[in-house]
């Protein structure tokens, strides 16, 4: 995504969407057609953070997940298009997110991107976002998903010890719920607003190295899309 100075600020401009979530589909999950814990979180961060970065008339490019993926497009070249051009990275970290081999590869790819950050934010900040969709054992969590977990002294407790998915589903504890999602769309909006994320090449994930399964990630012989179809890392 690229941006247009304003005094200040920076306002986003719609090249891309504003944030991608990846996560781990389980057995069973159900069809794009049903619904879902994922469609609902999409939706209520687009709500929120459309209400913290609107600028004039203009409005940020919403968020996406692959079940909005077009019908008959390609499933691989959109998550491709998605990871090279979106400005942050929702990661629902869960037990089968750090097992999968796929979700390893988004990360990934997305960690090549660059990232220019102004105060008020540092300038080792990211533009991956992990949410505590599912709490990981200690001795599961993987030393990436561990360096960059997101949570402050404004989230419940409820959320780190039941994760996002458990207060998105249980009636009494909704405004939990909807206490994490504020203050998940308000860190996607000053990444919005004080960051610049370079545009990435498109990749062939299935071909890119896992970020969670090797220690030090081989990009030789990933296969690149566009003009320039094989590079090594």
Not at 10 to 21: A, L, Q
Not at 107 to 133: G, K, M, Y
């Amino acid at each position: 995504m690229t941006e247009r100075t304003t005094g200040g600020a920076s306002e986003p401009r719609s090249d891309g969407p504003s944030f991608f979530v990846s996560y781990a589909r389980p057995p069973g999950y159900p069809s794009r057609d049903d619904p879902s814990p994922i469609g609902e979180l999409v939706q209520d961060l687009n709500f929120e953070i459309g209400q913290h970065v609107r600028q004039g008339t203009r409005q940020v490019p919403p968020g996406v997940s692959d079940r909005e993926i077009p019908i008959g497009d390609d499933w691989g070249r959109f998550i491709s298009h998605m990871l090279a051009e979106t400005h942050v990275l929702i990661t629902l970290v869960s037990t089968p997110y750090l097992d999968s081999d796929w979700c390893g590869k988004e990360w990934a790819v997305f960690s090549r991107r660059t990232v220019h950050a102004r105060p008020p934010l540092s300038p080792e900040t990211s533009a991956i976002l992990p949410v505590v969709w599912v709490p990981v054992p200690q001795d599961r969590r993987n030393t990436v998903i561990q360096r960059l977990q997101y949570t402050n002294e404004k989230m419940p407790g409820a959320y780190a010890r039941d994760g996002l998915l458990a207060l998105s589903r249980q009636a009494g504890k909704r405004d939990s719920y909807h206490q994490v999602v504020n203050q998940l769309a308000r860190r996607v909006s000053d990444l919005l607003m004080y960051t610049t994320v370079e545009p990435g090449r498109m990749v062939n994930v299935a071909t890119a190295p896992s970020a969670f399964h090797q220690s030090k990630p081989n990009w030789d012989g990933v296969i690149f899309l566009g003009k320039q179809s094989k590079a090594a890392g």
